[in-house]
């Protein structure tokens, strides 16, 4: 069974740093590309950022430059560290994996996801 265990969010003020983690169990970790996405209150689910299995990087503009993701294959863990928090960043925070994407920004492409983790950014 697979399983995705994200961790790490909280209530901080706008400026601060939070360090997400999303710990994989259940698969083989190294042949997902591994994605964080976030959904707000009352909005869809959107992009932040993708680790690919040969650990390149994309993210989604509103968050280039702050949030950094990266993926510890000997651990099965994925983090996205998240500096410079603004107010706007406040959602719940999804990790996702997907074997073979084509659209890799596109939530419905991923295989599996995790419960999501709150990220509540005060200002």
């Known amino acids: 069974q697979v399983q995705l265990v994200e961790s790490g969010g909280g209530l901080v003020q706008a400026g601060d740093s939070l360090r997400l983690s999303c710990a994989a169990s259940g698969l083989t970790f190294i042949r997902y590309t591994m994605g964080w996405f976030r959904q707000a209150p009352g909005k869809e689910r959107e992009f932040v950022a993708i680790?690919?299995?040969?650990?390149?990087?994309y993210y989604a503009d509103s968050v280039k430059g702050r949030f950094t993701i990266s993926r510890d294959n000997a651990k099965n863990t994925v983090y996205l560290q998240m500096n410079s928090l603004k107010p706007e960043d406040t959602a719940v925070y999804y990790c996702a994996a997907g074997e073979s994407l084509t659209l890799p920004t596109w939530a419905v492409n991923y295989d599996f996801w995790g419960q999501g983790t709150q990220v509540t950014v005060s200002s």
């Open positions: 680790s690919w299995r040969d650990y390149t990087t």
